[in-house]
Nanobody, 126 residues
């Protein structure tokens, strides 16, 4: 599967953005989708994940209550709605995918994902 992330940009602290990640292929619902981010000089870290159906999600503690991951399997797209953005949210955001066979599987480790998008930049300013 090929992934194309978009929606990044520059926003003031407290603002919001919605990232999108479009996937190629006809088996999008067979994949768990995740979002990760990488700030300059830091390791890539887990942000959120969603299972194949969209019925189960998980979040990093740092974004819980502010970010929402969702998916539209008919459009082969996963979204990340980011509210109340903080300076520490500034990073390159990557979407990722891994094949699943159902259930609530939604890993949070980079090594669990097989496919990655190219990243989209999020800048938070005062």
């Amino acid at each position: 599967v090929q992934l194309q992330a978009s929606g990044g940009g520059s926003v003031k602290a407290g603002g919001f953005l919605r990232l999108s990640c479009a996937a190629s292929g006809r088996t999008f619902s067979s994949y768990v989708m995740g979002w990760f981010r990488q700030a300059p000089g830091k390791e890539r870290e887990f942000v959120a994940a969603i299972n194949w159906s969209g019925g189960s999600t998980s979040y990093a503690d740092s974004v819980k209550g502010r970010f929402t991951i969702s998916r539209d399997n008919a459009k082969n797209t996963v979204y990340l709605r980011m509210n109340s953005l903080k300076f520490e949210d500034m990073a390159v955001y990557y979407c990722a995918a891994v094949r699943t066979y159902g259930g609530t599987y939604k890993p949070s480790r980079r090594s669990d994902y097989d496919y990655w998008g190219q990243g989209t930049h999020v800048t938070v300013s005062s």
